[in-house]
């Protein structure tokens, strides 16, 4: 709603004004002011977006009015009322801004078209300025991307020029105390993404940047620094969970002195939200956090030994690690069990090992079993595991070049089937037998980038070649890319290149049009 100040000395002018405002079909908040002086009292205390002032007044006449207000409000518009003999104050007033005037008696049919003409002059610069704001929200989104992804320098200082220049909406970037990653596993942040970042404002009531990093990821900024980030994050599981019946999984960063931190903190995140394939009742992970160690213990003895067996079949030595460690960990500490009953699940286990390495010497595993069975300390049973572990991992070293082939499988799986919708991690996994996990740590180790991101990449750059060499409709494109909404695929192609689907097809980067950037 528009708020319109009337500045006139004769209340029955005002009144008439008025009465011609009520007649229109839009509404508008109407304010009214005496002369010039009081005028300028009720703009310092109200946002008014229209001024319609009488030149002849006590006090402060209109001229001096306009002169003030185009000097601490440059952007006001300003109609004046003058009679046929003011029309010499009316031409000078022109001078300081004033965008039309109306001849005295007012004309309902000329008023009637001189507020059109100030409305949509409202409008259309409103419309501008959102366009200008959309346009830095997915230049800055662009050039942050990127940086995150690459610790780039250049584009470090294009996120630096940007906040400078104060045009980042907000600042929240520039403000930002920690990073909360997000991921799912149904392309939740491109079917719901217009719908949910509203909603999640109003639950959580506090203020958040949001920057979609493909479809199964997103990234939350916050601004608060003395908040339980784990309850917050906790939040926002539970929002997404009961609203959208998604389980989502979430990474919590460390305090952040300042942007120029988040790259190496991001790589951390990502790695923190591979845990979601190992620890499925856990849905959120905070970096710097001591995992609880009487969690684990209550864990039975079948949940850690069958993730060692998938690891183990995995060929994942790093969970491999982790879990032996957390297993081995239990019976340090826990006498309950029986020496038998322990030294049956040790051995179980490396039996597991050595039935994993095809050259395995079943005399040498029976000369590990009887030694393990004559240990009298725990200690000594964990070493003899620990040792045929080592062997297990000099075995999966010799194999890297296997490794190699199937990374090169599940590149060019991504190759041929990008436009697969449920294209991931665990698709993906199920395609060289290897735990998703596993799977998304040796691809970003041997690519440098992780799966999502080296999807969304394939996708986008598909999707550019296809708007460079056919004449696809846009809405095509998107679909054959693996899009399901089309307004998503564009937001995320203006992201990734910073340019929109149109401007590529003509050859032009919305960089290129920004003279300020």
């Known amino acids: 709603m528009l708020t319109i100040l009337i500045v006139d000395d004769e209340r029955l002018e005002r009144n008439g004004i008025k009465f011609l405002l009520k007649r229109e079909e839009e509404e508008f908040r109407i304010l009214e002011a005496e002369n010039g002086k009081d005028a300028l009292g009720i703009l310092a205390s109200n946002h008014v977006d229209i001024i319609f002032s009488d030149i002849k007044m006590p006090y402060m006449n209109g001229l001096e009015l306009t002169r003030q207000v185009r000097e601490s409000y440059p952007m006001m518009e300003i109609v004046i009322f003058s009679g046929y003999n003011d029309f010499t104050y009316a031409r000078e007033a022109l001078r300081y801004g004033v965008v039309d005037y109306v001849l005295k008696p007012v004309d309902p049919e000329e008023f009637h078209k001189t507020l059109m003409r100030v409305c949509d002059h409202i409008r259309g610069r409103e419309e501008e300025e959102e366009r200008n704001n959309a346009k830095t929200d997915y230049l800055m989104k662009y050039f942050f991307i990127d940086y995150l992804y690459t610790g780039s320098a250049e584009k470090a200082e294009k996120v630096a020029h940007i906040l400078e220049q104060g045009r980042e909406k907000n600042g929240l970037i520039g403000r ?71 389980d989502c999984y979430f990474a919590v960063s460390k305090d952040l002195a300042g942007w120029r931190q988040m790259p190496d903190e991001f790589r951390i995140l990502e790695q923190l939200l591979q845990e979601q394939f190992y620890q499925p009742g856990h849905h959120v992970f905070v970096n710097g956090e001591e995992k609880d160690e009487e969690s684990w213990d209550a864990e039975h003895d079948s949940e850690i030994t069958e993730r060692i067996s998938k690891d183990i079949g995995y060929k994942d030595i790093t969970q491999l690690k982790k879990d032996f460690g957390t297993l081995a960990q239990k019976y340090r500490q826990d006498k309950q069990f029986s020496e038998m009953y322990v030294k049956f699940v040790f051995s179980g286990i490396m039996k597991e090992l050595f039935e994993q390495i095809p050259s395995g010497d079943e005399k040498n595993l029976s000369r590990k079993v009887e030694r393990l069975y004559r240990c009298r300390k725990i200690q000594d049973v964990l070493e003899i595991v620990s040792e045929a572990m080592r062997e297990y991992e000099a075995y999966i070293s010799e194999q890297e070049e296997g490794f190699r082939r199937e990374i090169s499988t599940v590149k060019s799986y991504i190759h041929y089937h990008y436009g697969e919708k449920n294209i991931g991690p665990e698709t993906l996994a199920a395609q060289v037998y290897l735990s998703p996990g596993y799977l998304s740590t040796i691809f970003k180790d041997e690519t440098g980038v992780t799966l999502n991101r080296y999807i969304r990449e394939v996708r986008m750059n598909k999707a550019k070649e296809l708007l460079e060499g056919t004449n696809m409709k846009i809405a095509q494109i998107a679909k054959k890319v693996g899009f399901a909404n089309s307004s998503y695929f564009c937001r995320s192609f203006r992201e990734f290149f910073g340019m929109s689907p149109d401007s590529c097809r003509k050859g032009k980067t919305d960089e290129e049009t920004d003279q300020d950037i």
């Open 176 to 246: 930002c105390t920690r990073m909360i990653l997000a991921g799912a596993s149904n392309g939740l942040f491109e079917t719901e993404e217009e719908h949910f970042i509203e909603n999640l404002k109003e639950q959580l009531q506090r203020e958040f940047y949001y920057v979609n990093l493909n479809s199964n990821e997103s990234l939350f900024l916050f601004t608060e620094k003395y908040t339980d980030y784990r309850a917050l994050a906790e939040m926002i599981h539970q929002f997404f969970l009961k609203r959208y019946e998604t």
